[in-house]
Every structure is written in structure tokens, then in C-alpha cells.
């Protein structure tokens, strides 16, 4: 026997809207195509660093994440991201009201779409004399944090750790007026916890084979 399936059942496939994007990246391939595409669609882009300067170079209006948090980037760098108004607005949960009103008391705007991928460690320690030093720098702290934010939420927030993964996106807004399925955020987030992991194991190998070669 056929089952008949509703509008409401489909929920028009869990489809999230895109209102306002956080761009991260260290590999920058693409990145200003994709900015385009959403400045062009009237999305919002919140930005870091050298991406925000590489997307303003191309006369894409872009939103320091400093005027987003209230605090300017510091040390070297390194802290940018790690607060309440990026992370709340990444795992705030828009089914439970609750959520909502905690961050609107608090003045956090949701952000629906993130797109970082990480400190280049494994190539850095591929690199002929790199050292202990090199090799720290090159861990990446923020973005594995953003990514798992936004990738546990995957029913609220699009997720992109992949550069391949921009045309799909493109495709998803286009034909679903600026919003993603379910399915997709669903396959972008198993992607981020795959890419985490490796990366963390990249991370834990490293510092275990230097640590067995000082004490040899």
C-alpha cells in the first residue's frame, strides 16, 4: 500500500533559511566566488582576518567578527571567535523558544551558515624544518570550535568544511530561495566531525612522535 505523504510531513524538507554567514578560512580557493554569491543574494557576511580582507579587496561588503563580539582579535590571532555572541548564535536552538528568547535577551543574532576550514597543520609539519614551535601555531583552535558548534545544530545551521562543498551549497540556495534541506545540513555536519577527527589524530600523532624524540 502507497503512503501518502503531506505538505506538512516534508516540512518543506527542513529547509533553514540563510540570513547571515560567518566565513573562516585558511584555504582561500573560491571563497570570493562564494562571498559573492551570497552578498549578491543579500546574505549577511561576518568575517576574520585575512578572509574579511580578501573578500573586501573584491568590493564585497563584509562585517568584522569584531564588531559582532566587542572585542578586538588578539594575541597574534589566536583569540577572534571563542564568544557568546558567535557561539550562541551558532547553538541556539530555533525550535525551542527558550533558546530564542536566552539570546535575544542577551542580543545575540542567530547566524545560519559557517564556512572554515582549518590552520593548515598537517602541511605545515610536512614542510622540511618545521619545528615544535611551527607546529603549534598551526593548531587550530576557533575553527574546530565553530565547526562543531554549527555542525551539532546542523538542523539550524549550514555547515561547510570543504571548498568542494561550495558549489553544492550554491545549487541547494538557488533552487530552495536562499535555504538548505535537511539532508544536506545533515551530510555537511557528519563531514565536519569526520575532518575534525583526522585533523585532532593528525594533531595527537605529531605531538606524540615529538615528545618519543626528545626523550630518545
Do not use: W
Not at 100 to 120: E, R, S
Not at 152 to 161: D, E, G, L, Q, R
Amino acid at each position: 500500500m502507497q503512503t501518502e505523504v503531506s505538505a506538512s510531513d516534508s516540512e518543506d524538507q527542513g529547509l533553514v533559511q540563510i540570513k547571515r554567514a560567518l566565513i573562516s578560512v585558511s584555504d582561500k580557493e573560491g571563497i570570493v566566488g562564494l562571498a559573492r554569491f551570497l552578498h549578491e543574494r543579500g546574505v549577511l557576511i561576518i568575517s576574520t582576518g585575512g578572509t574579511a580582507n580578501a573578500i573586501r579587496a573584491n568590493g564585497i561588503d563584509v562585517e568584522e567578527v569584531s564588531m559582532v563580539t566587542g572585542f578586538p582579535e588578539m594575541l597574534d590571532g589566536r583569540l577572534k571567535t571563542l564568544h557568546p555572541n558567535i557561539h550562541g548564535g551558532l547553538l541556539a536552538r530555533r525550535d525551542i523558544s527558550s533558546h530564542m528568547k536566552d539570546i535575544g535577551k542577551a542580543g545575540i543574532k542567530p547566524i545560519d551558515l559557517v564556512v572554515v576550514n582549518l590552520y593548515p597543520f598537517e602541511e605545515t609539519i610536512a614542510k622540511p624544518g618545521c619545528t615544535l614551535a611551527d607546529a603549534i601555531e598551526n593548531i587550530d583552535i576557533g575553527g574546530p570550535t565553530m565547526l562543531r558548534s554549527a555542525a551539532k545544530n546542523y538542523a539550524s545551521v549550514t555547515v561547510v568544511c570543504d571548498p568542494s562543498d561550495y558549489i553544492g551549497l550554491m545549487e541547494q540556495m538557488e533552487e530552495h530561495d536562499n535555504q538548505t534541506t535537511l539532508d544536506h545540513r545533515f551530510q555537511l555536519a557528519v563531514k565536519v566531525f569526520d575532518g575534525t577527527s583526522d585533523y585532532d589524530a593528525a594533531i595527537r600523532h605529531y605531538l606524540a612522535s615529538a615528545h618519543e624524540a626528545a626523550m630518545s
